[in-house]
């Protein structure tokens, strides 16, 4: 249900754009979307999520954004200044919106559906 694209190899210090189309258009506006990536021999962790607000982790705060057409059941994220050590497997995920208010969850085992993860590779 969900297929993630657009990865692929840059240099440090370059950007790429990620997106992940989900299908279901009342699945899609009823989930929280978040981001997460795993490298070789390391736990998968999140990098960022949206539902009405965005959440991004510390390491990529004010280089990374995702955003989301609702319309086109996509989220995106594109990725500026990237460093060698972001080389990983990126992986889509989403979780149903269970309460009015909420706070976007950063955990694996928070996350029902994922996609099929895309290859990012960011040499120096």
């Known amino acids: 249900q969900l297929q993630a694209s657009g990865g692929g190899s840059v240099q440090a210090g370059g950007s790429l754009s990620l997106s992940c189309a989900a299908s279901?258009?009342?699945?899609?506006?009823?989930?929280?979307m978040a981001w997460f990536r795993q490298a070789p021999g390391k736990e998968r962790e999140f990098v960022a999520g949206m539902g009405r607000s965005t959440l991004y982790a510390d390491s990529v705060k004010g280089r990374f954004t995702i955003s989301r057409d609702n319309a086109k059941n996509t989220v995106y994220l594109r990725m500026n200044s990237l460093k060698p050590e972001e080389s990983a497997v990126y992986y889509c995920a989403a979780t149903p919106i269970r309460s009015i208010i909420y706070q976007i969850p950063t955990r694996r085992a928070d996350y029902s559906v994922w996609g099929q993860g895309t290859q990012v590779t960011v040499s120096s």
């Open positions: 279901g258009r009342i699945f899609f506006e009823s989930n929280i």
